[in-house]
């Protein structure tokens, strides 16, 4: 299993219960078998020979042109201080999408995968959290991750992330870890974090973003669309209604009494359970992977 081998002798159990989605956890040496995924060969091909999206930024600022097409500009670009960052290179690497699914499997989670190429001495980008949980494999050099907790807006949704701007209000202590080639760090959804390299640096960072109770919620919802009951339209609740505003209330309280009479006897369902989990297996492990690159 993959999470055991960068556990490397740290018993998973204890993993799950006092660091996952709870505090930051580091691995000494226990990615370098994956290193081989991280190099610039790894760059090269998906800068020039796939469509990949990249995204570059030099100290926060990002890079006012368009996506380099060939190494040599994006090397050029990285020069001059910029961090390349490379999105969901594993839908156009085999080896990558290889390393996405795995996680997926065995963490239960959308994969939104990145390779990051920092300069020496620069940082492409600024105090940010992430609502996915996020494990960094260092490949190339060395990198300093600074870290804090999140009091202000913990558990970020993918919809609702806060800006870095908040970050600067944040009064918990900062941690600070240093990562060698070889070594990883894992991240919990919502801590504050930001990264710089006193070394030329390049890392591959794995967020996975778990299913959230509004999932559940999601699933019912694509169960009662399924019936025409819940898809018939409410009567005229603007000025032309029939209906008084305490007759409008009326209304919506019944409605909403059987929709939580629904709700409950849905989730009841003793099939429910295994759907949701078989489903969101699929999900997720088929939004990893490679497909057409556009090219």
Known sequence: MLLDELLNGFPRERFLQEHYLRRPFT????????????TWDTIDFLVEETACDMLLARQGVPYPGGRPTT????????????TLALRQPDQHHPELAQLARAFSAELHGRINLHV??????????????????????????????LLRENTLHPVPLPES????????????????????AGDFIYIPGGHWHMARAPEEALSISIGLM????????????AALASNPAWRRRLPSLGRASTLDDPGKLALLRTLMAELGSELQRQLAEPGFPLRF??????FYLRSTGIRGDGR
């Open 27 to 38: 691995g000494a040496s226990s990615a370098e078998r994956l290193q081989r995924l991280g």
């Open 71 to 82: 190494a040599r500009q994006a090397r050029e670009l990285f020069a001059q201080g910029y």
């Open 116 to 145: 990051y190429c920092t300069p020496a001495g620069h940082h492409g980008f600024g105090w940010h959290c992430d609502p996915e949980e996020v494990f960094i494999l260092q490949t190339v050099g060395r990198k300093e991750y």
């Open 161 to 180: 992330v806060p800006s870095g701007a908040l970050a600067a209000q944040e009064k918990t202590p900062v941690e600070t870890h240093t990562l060698g």
């Open 210 to 221: 778990p299913p959230t109770p509004l999932d559940i919620l999601d699933g019912v919802r």
């Open 277 to 282: 989990l078989a489903q969101t297996a699929r």
